[in-house]
């Protein structure tokens, strides 16, 4: 498992930024190593919610799987 914590200050409400980062089908507009986001559950976001991503790697776009825990 990795685990990632990082921290950027913006000017917005919590609930405003919290709901935008975590659909995780925003990704891209946020984090410039994803290539590609898609949603693979229906409904709104949750604990379980799943997420198949395309990965920028130098010449190589590996994917990865992401799940709302």
Same mark, same amino acid.
């Given at each position: &498992?990795? +685990? /990632?914590?990082? !921290?950027? %200050? +913006?000017d917005?409400?919590?609930?405003? +930024?919290?709901?935008?980062?975590?659909?995780f089908?925003?990704?891209?507009?946020?984090?410039?190593?994803?290539?590609?986001? +898609?949603?693979k *559950? *229906?409904?709104?976001? %949750? *604990?379980? !919610?799943?997420?198949? /991503?395309? /990965?920028?790697?130098?010449?190589?776009?590996?994917? &990865?799987?992401? %799940?709302? *825990?």
């Amino acid at each position: &498992m990795i +685990v /990632l914590n990082e !921290t950027i %200050q +913006v000017d917005r409400p919590v609930s405003e +930024v919290f709901k935008f980062t975590s659909d995780f089908s925003n990704i891209v507009r946020w984090d410039p190593g994803v290539a590609s986001s +898609v949603k693979k *559950t *229906t409904g709104d976001v %949750q *604990t379980g !919610t799943r997420y198949d /991503l395309i /990965l920028k790697y130098g010449p190589f776009r590996p994917k &990865m799987h992401y %799940q709302i *825990t």
